[in-house]
Each structure stands twice: as structure tokens, then as C-alpha cells.
């Protein structure tokens, strides 16, 4: 029996992208951008991460609200590093589920939605059209 010796926990190794919507979004290829959307997680950005001790804890997640007439944009992201640096800097990798169900939560109150806003190929859709995406 070795003394001394601890047990280090696994480090959870997360890649915070969806490279399939990274693609799709390159090639603005509508068919593309639903498969990745219904078959992969995509990064959302947060107010205030979720509880670590609490799986079922997400996050507040971060939307915008313009200043001039008050419509309300939810940022999606294809890959964490294509967030802005004036963003809150959580983020969280969302399940195509989560990601309806959200939509669906808040649909009146979202405008619209928009990809990669900050590039390299932003992306804009109504949060309808991508209801409608994510239930083909």
C-alpha cells in the first residue's frame, strides 16, 4: 500500500463548440445549419453560470435587449471562441433539446436570434424559424 499517493478526478475535458454548425454556418447551407442545430449542442452565453454541485443548474442565460425599442436578441454561438469579449464570460454547451424547449419557453419574448454575431459567419433567424428547424 503506497502512502501518500491521492486519487486525482478525472478532469472534465469539454470542448465548447459544435463543429458541424461551424460548418454549416461557413457555407450559410440552411439544410446544414438545422442538421447541426437538431444533432448538436450549441454555446450559449450566461449572466451567471450555473451550480456546479447542481447538474440540472444552467445558468441565467444572457440575452440583449436594445436600448430604443426593447426587442430582446438571444446570442447562439457555434464555438466558444466566437463569443465577444464584451459578453459575460460564462458560457454553456446546450443540448438540442434545451435549446427547443428554450425557444419555445420564450418565443414571444425573443425578436430574434442570432449565430456568431460577431463572425466569422454570423447568421440571423427568426426564433420561429429555428423552432421549426429543430422539429424537422
Given at each position: 500500500?503506497?502512502?501518500?499517493?491521492?486519487r486525482?478526478?478525472?478532469?472534465?475535458?469539454?470542448?465548447?463548440?459544435?463543429t458541424?454548425?461551424?460548418?454549416?454556418?461557413?457555407t450559410?447551407d440552411?439544410?446544414?445549419?438545422?442538421?447541426?442545430?437538431?444533432?448538436g449542442?450549441?454555446?450559449?452565453?450566461?449572466?451567471t453560470?450555473?451550480?456546479?454541485?447542481?447538474?440540472?443548474s444552467?445558468?441565467?442565460?444572457?440575452?440583449?435587449?436594445?436600448?430604443?425599442?426593447?426587442?430582446?436578441?438571444?446570442?447562439l454561438?457555434?464555438?466558444?471562441?466566437?463569443?465577444p469579449?464584451?459578453?459575460?464570460?460564462?458560457v454553456?454547451?446546450?443540448?438540442?433539446?434545451?435549446?427547443?424547449?428554450?425557444?419555445?419557453?420564450?418565443?414571444d419574448?425573443?425578436?430574434?436570434?442570432?449565430?456568431?454575431?460577431?463572425?466569422p459567419?454570423?447568421?440571423?433567424?427568426?426564433?420561429?424559424?429555428?423552432?421549426?428547424?429543430?422539429?424537422a
Amino acid at each position: 500500500m503506497a502512502a501518500g499517493k491521492k486519487r486525482k478526478g478525472k478532469k472534465l475535458d469539454v470542448d465548447f463548440k459544435n463543429t458541424a454548425l461551424t460548418d454549416a454556418l461557413q457555407t450559410q447551407d440552411m439544410a446544414a445549419i438545422a442538421f447541426a442545430l437538431r444533432h448538436g449542442p450549441t454555446v450559449v452565453p450566461l449572466m451567471t453560470p450555473g451550480d456546479a454541485d447542481n447538474p440540472l443548474s444552467v445558468g441565467e442565460v444572457w440575452t440583449y435587449r436594445d436600448p430604443n425599442n426593447g426587442q430582446v436578441a438571444l446570442l447562439l454561438f457555434s464555438d466558444a471562441a466566437h463569443k465577444p469579449e464584451t459578453l459575460p464570460p460564462h458560457v454553456a454547451l446546450q443540448s438540442p433539446q434545451w435549446l427547443r424547449a428554450f425557444l419555445g419557453a420564450h418565443e414571444d419574448a425573443i425578436t430574434t436570434v442570432f449565430m456568431d454575431i460577431a463572425g466569422p459567419h454570423p447568421i440571423q433567424a427568426s426564433p420561429a424559424d429555428l423552432i421549426a428547424a429543430l422539429d424537422a
